[in-house]
């Protein structure tokens, strides 16, 4: 939609002016003449480049803006003089800079949403939405809570599936630098002492020196191998279909498929429960999480059923083709929507699919551990057997 600028004569006779956004200028005017009499003069406005932030905007630095937002307009300061105060104490830097150009935004009657979506192309839908609805219906306090609430659940979700992944890639990643040091270094010491005794080598030796001489001679083999790997799956991942498909992928990987699902789920929930709330519509509501889930299979999914809700259908009844998404989670927004309590519900079943994320990430942990020692102990004791099977030879034809 386009924003138009006007200055016009009102019902009761004043001079007013304000901006209005529309899909062209005759919508615009008709738009204009539901408040006012006569349009005296409109033009389009058009936006500068200065001052705008593209990149992501970490959510935990979103989930501290809106709760000092929602702090200082519930205690009755403007909003123009409340988002010059962050922008003045952040620390964050993007969000500085784009609470300062807000703050101009404002001041030349731009309205809140506006401004956020000009000047922060970065900043996820849902808060753009959200704010507008706030707006709209003049509870924006309640937003910025809920906003706070939703984005704050949001970056404490994504830190415990991180966290949990901390031990098991930190052991991995020692355990490949050790074994890459041993077939460098200790092995060819070794190689030569065989060299030596004169003696028929055994297989597993054989084939520890034969991986020794690779990582020695081939290992930027090794490495074009990996860079070739990575290519091809950039290249695959930007194409829309093949990227749906490695989307998919990722939610048929044991154990981690699994609580990615489980992810996927709380934040659908979550999403359409802080979107509903701030007044959206259902179809809205949809739309909008469609676009923000991290998973874009199942965001493909989610917005499929706009157009059946569109049709006429219930929320519940779309969400039954929508496979990927647990069935628990289906049945409960059904039975929030026959209740007529869709937000409450989807409330609970969020924080149900957060409390299994916690679960199903320590038992991710706790299986992945023994998994990685008996890995560890496998290749430990293959070595072990290929340094000392040699000697055994030797000895025995003493």
């Known amino acids: 939609m386009l924003t138009y600028r006007y200055k016009a004569i009102s019902k009761k006779g004043a001079e007013v002016e304000g901006f209005v956004e529309a899909y062209d200028e005759y919508e615009a005017v008709k738009k204009i003449k539901e408040s006012c009499e006569v349009v005296k003069s409109i033009y389009e ?88 609805s706030g707006e709209e219906s003049g509870t924006l306090e309640h937003s910025f809570r809920r906003l706070h609430d939703y984005f704050d659940k949001s970056s404490r979700m994504k830190g415990k599936v991180k966290n949990a992944m901390v031990y098991p890639t930190f052991t991995m990643i020692v355990a490949v630098v050790v074994i890459i040091i041993i077939m460098v270094k200790a092995v060819p010491v070794f190689v030569s002492s065989f060299g030596e005794m004169g003696i028929e080598l055994p297989l597993p030796t054989r084939m520890l020196i034969g991986m020794s001489d690779f990582f020695i001679n081939y290992w930027f083999a090794l490495v074009a191998a990996i860079a070739f790997g990575i290519t091809v799956y950039k290249v695959f991942d930007k194409r829309e279909t093949s990227h749906l498909k490695l989307e998919r992928f990722k939610l048929r990987i044991p154990v981690f498929g699994n609580l990615a699902a489980l992810k996927q789920a709380s934040q659908f929930a979550a999403t359409m429960s802080t979107l509903l709330e701030a007044g959206l519509s259902v179809v809205e509501a949809v739309s909008i ?39 628990l ?21 969020g924080e149900f699919y957060d409390n299994e994320i916690d679960i199903q990430s320590s038992r991710m942990v706790t299986l992945l551990e023994p998994i990685i020692i008996c890995v560890l102990a496998v ?7 290929s340094v000392y099977a040699p000697m055994f030879s030797l000895y025995g034809g003493i």
Do not use: W
């Not at 290749?379 to 057997?385: D, E, G, R, T, Y």
């Open 45 to 132: 406005v058009k936006f500068g480049k200065g001052n705008i932030v593209t990149g992501k905007i970490n959510e935990k630095a979103l989930s501290i803006l809106c709760s000092q937002l929602s702090i200082i307009v519930g205690a009755g300061l403007p909003i123009m003089r409340a988002v010059e105060m962050i922008a003045a104490q952040t620390e964050n830097k993007k969000l500085k800079i784009i609470m300062d150009a807000v703050a101009k935004e404002l001041s030349a009657g731009m309205s809140l949403a506006k401004s956020f979506q000009s000047k922060g192309p970065g900043l996820p839908i849902t808060f753009i939405e959200t704010i507008r």
């Open 289 to 327: 999480t469609g676009r923000v889930m991290d998973n874009d299979y199942i965001g493909s999914q989610v917005l499929a059923t706009a157009a059946m809700l569109e049709e006429g259908k219930r929320l519940g009844d779309s969400l039954h083709n929508r496979t990927e998404l647990p069935q």
């Open 329 to 349: 989670l289906v049945e409960m927004t059904a039975v929030g929507e026959e209740t007529g309590s869709l937000e409450t519900t989807l409330d609970t079943i």
């Open 379 to 385: 290749v430990v004791m293959f070595i072990l057997i």
